[in-house]
């Protein structure tokens, strides 16, 4: 019989159950562990190569690049783009998922749908199409519109779905004290979208870092353009990766910020709990307005862009539709998408096992290495895969398993933070309580803790397609010969300012993302027993 070579120190405790027996884990820690520190190493190798090519540059010109005027800014707009999108982010999102599952609110089951469908738009599609509406849009507070409307639904959806399972007996006890409505959303609903919100906003900000088309069409400059355009323009390695050094430090500083706010709170529950639904606040005067602040956030962040991506398709006529060139996009798109959302689920499970089963600081270690790569803009992630690919396996280089291993690299976090939360609600308990019964612990893992998080992970698959969907950078650099992703067709025809030629494109994009984004909610419903 196996056993648990796992240090204690390191990955904790585990309660006793049954007859004083200590419950093996599904499966061996040790292994889990073992398969989280390869993958943590694998996604170290962007990192790696930012590091060596810096420490390659020499002290002296390695501060001269980064201690500079141009630097300062660019970390000024960042600073400023986080500071100001996240929070913005988190308002919308809480305040809408409050809305839609807590008050009266007429049509909320429509609102629900609706709140979640921006998500199906690229944050440079819904660029392409504010700049359509207004061409002098520029600078700062340009990307906190844009950025703001195109992720506040990372926010939203999963505070949603906590808010829908949350035990309504929490909020009907803190009534029963004498708290009134607002009392008890602050002092007991909010505590418990601690998860949601952390984890909502640090995907919020790693969208920011590494974003390029959406600020890149509204000449926005961030540390991710400055690198695009030192690569494009004169493949200045050296001042890229300098900026990039900066960029992963900034990472870092979010990352720690996270991992202390999310604190150690548990939030799972054994037992059904309470049956009753939760009481929904009458809205009275406050109906009206709730009613067009929800239209009007609505109509900003998905009514526009699809409407003027339907106006240049009609401008542009019959003539832009070309089965030839639409149909191998269209195809390409939808296999690296599954491809992909498979690979990266089922990579980011061990990670989420360790840091919910098992917390420690080795675990929150591997989990801090795959958002420290994710968190990096595609160029620096596709630039590191060509330079080892090359030097190291050169029949690697330009393959589908290169373009599919950066996908996982740059998405995993989307996968991680949905099956931590899932496995965060499935309690260990139950597991346990299978095992003393006498189920081998790999099958009990299957029937419970498995079949419990299923919905999350699906969830976090859907997350990882609509990112694939949209991603631009590497795929223009890592992509076999020949590969046309609907991304890299739409960037190549908005970059010559053809408008019309790129909006079959974005079209196609949305309808492809809708369904995924739907699934995406209603998958989160299920994790709420819904």
Request: with cysteine; aromatic share 10%; hydrophobic share 55%.
């Amino acid at each position: 019989m196996t056993t648990d070579l796992a240090a204690p120190e390191i990955f904790g405790s585990t309660t006793t159950a049954g007859r004083g027996k200590r419950p093996r884990p599904p499966f061996g820690v040790s292994i889990v562990a073992i398969l989280a520190v390869l993958i943590a190493l694998f996604s170290l190798i962007p990192l790696g190569y930012v590091i060596f090519m810096t420490g390659a540059t020499g002290w002296e010109t390695a501060t001269g690049l980064i201690f500079r005027p141009r630097v300062g800014e660019l970390l000024l707009n960042t600073i400023l783009l986080i500071v100001i999108t996240v929070p913005l982010c988190l308002v919308l999102g809480v305040g809408g998922a409050w809305l839609v599952e807590r008050t009266q609110l007429r049509g909320h089951k429509w609102w629900a749908v609706v709140l979640a469908a921006p998500l199906a738009i690229p944050a440079f599609v819904n660029s392409y199409a504010w700049v359509s509406a207004v061409p002098s849009l520029a600078g700062l507070w340009s990307g906190v519109l844009i950025a703001t409307l195109s992720y506040f639904p990372l926010v939203y959806i999963p505070a949603a779905a906590t808010l829908s399972r949350l035990d309504p007996a929490i909020e009907q006890s803190a009534a029963s004290l004498g708290l009134g409505a607002w009392r008890t959303f602050f002092r007991v609903v909010l505590p418990q979208l601690r998860i949601a919100m952390t984890g909502g906003g640090l995907l919020v900000s790693l969208h920011l870092l590494a974003e390029y088309g959406a600020f890149a069409m509204i000449r926005f400059d961030t540390f991710t353009t400055a690198i695009m355009v030192q690569f494009q323009s004169t493949f200045n390695g050296t001042a890229g990766n300098m900026l990039a050094s900066v960029l992963v430090f900034l990472c870092l500083i979010l990352l720690l910020v996270e991992v202390r706010s999310r604190g150690s709170a548990r939030y799972a529950r054994v037992g059904s709990g309470a049956q009753a639904r939760a009481l929904r606040l009458p809205l009275h005067a406050y109906q009206v307005p709730a009613q067009l602040s929800l239209l009007a956030l609505a109509g900003l962040a998905f009514g526009l862009p699809v409407w003027f991506v339907l106006r240049w398709i009609i401008a542009g006529g019959p003539g832009i539709w070309s089965t030839a060139e639409f149909l191998p996009a269209l195809v390409q798109t939808l296999g690296y998408g599954m491809i992909g959302a498979v690979a990266t689920t089922v990579v980011a499970f061990p990670m989420a096992y360790l840091a919910v089963r098992h917390p420690s600081w080795f675990s929150k270690l591997l989990e801090l290495s795959n958002y420290v790569t994710s968190s990096m803009p595609g160029i620096v992630v596709g630039l590191a895969f060509v330079t080892v690919s090359i030097r190291l396996v050169p029949g690697f280089y330009q393959s589908t398993g290169l373009l599919v291993a950066a996908y996982v690299l740059l998405f995993v976090p989307r996968a991680l933070v949905n099956i931590r939360a899932g496995l965060a609600q499935a309690p260990k308990e139950l597991d346990e309580a299978a095992q003393a019964l006498g189920t081998p612990p790999l099958l009990s893992f299957i029937r419970v803790t498995l079949r419990l998080s299923a919905p999350a992970a699906a969830g976090g698959a859907a997350l990882v397609f609509l990112g694939i969907v949209n991603e631009l950078t590497a795929t223009l650099l890592l992509s076999p010969n020949g590969t046309r992703t609907l991304a890299t067709e739409f960037w190549s025809k908005s970059s010559e300012i053809d408008y019309a030629g790129a909006a079959p494109y974005a079209l196609l994009m949305i309808l492809i993302s809708a369904p995924m984004t739907y699934l995406l909610f209603q998958q989160s419903k299920k994790v709420a027993g819904q």
